[in-house]
């Protein structure tokens, strides 16, 4: 008779996390239960809880995830940039928020429904300003190599602002018509724009 594997409790949590991403696409946050997410990992929902807590504690780890995976593939374009340049390191965090990872129809209705209930819960708007500051601090710190402080302030500002803006109109859109390279392509023109009202400044800087 052959035995059962045992998963390991990191296996079967990202399972479970896994499977909360797709009753939360298919029936919406609020409509999400323990039940729901224990039926589809095929698991119990004892197991659910004694992983998690409550539908909360899980939902806040599924947001946790989230953006530990958006992190961790902006690190990845960042390491695959041919050069250091400022420059670049910018396109790659403009790359890895337009990522299919990011963008594809479970990731965009679970981020969409976790935006607005941090408008309600705690913990989801402090996950969420995380998010924000580490955007802007990540933007600002290659804009500052490259202009002024208050001009990097105002370019990674508004470039944070853009790749969200344009984040969020492909998520309303409702049926796969997000395009990418159209949002990757606005956001690299803004970028081109603020390097080149940062240029003369950058020239002074140099001839110092």
């Not at 409509?31 to 998690?52: D, P, R």
């Not at 530990?68 to 420059?87: F, G, M, N, V, W």
Request: glycine share 4%; charged share 25%; hydrophobic share 40%.
């Amino acid at each position: 008779m052959t035995k059962r594997r045992v998963k390991p409790e990191h296996e079967r949590r990202e399972e479970i996390v896994n499977a909360a991403f797709e009753v939360i696409y298919e029936v919406g946050l609020s409509q999400t239960t323990i039940a729901q997410i224990a039926k589809k990992a095929q698991v119990s929902t004892g197991i659910v809880s004694h992983y998690f807590g409550d539908k909360q504690g899980l939902i806040n780890n599924c947001m946790r995830e989230m953006l530990k995976r958006l992190h961790l593939i902006s690190l990845q374009y960042k390491a695959a940039t041919i050069d250091s340049q400022p420059e670049n390191q910018i396109k790659a965090i403009i790359d890895s928020n337009f990522d299919i990872s990011q963008v594809n129809k479970i990731a965009m209705r679970v981020w969409l429904d976790f935006w607005s209930a941090s408008m309600h819960i705690p913990e989801l708007a402090r996950l969420q300003r995380i998010n924000d500051r580490r955007l802007y601090s990540n933007l600002k710190h290659q804009f500052l190599q490259l202009m002024s402080e208050d001009r990097a302030n105002i370019a990674a500002s508004g470039l944070a602002a853009l790749i969200d803006g344009l984040w969020l109109r492909g998520g309303l859109i409702e049926d796969d018509g997000f395009d990418r390279q159209a949002a990757r392509s606005i956001a690299y023109d803004y970028l081109d724009t603020q390097l080149e009202l940062a240029k003369p400044k950058l020239q002074e800087r140099q001839n110092e």
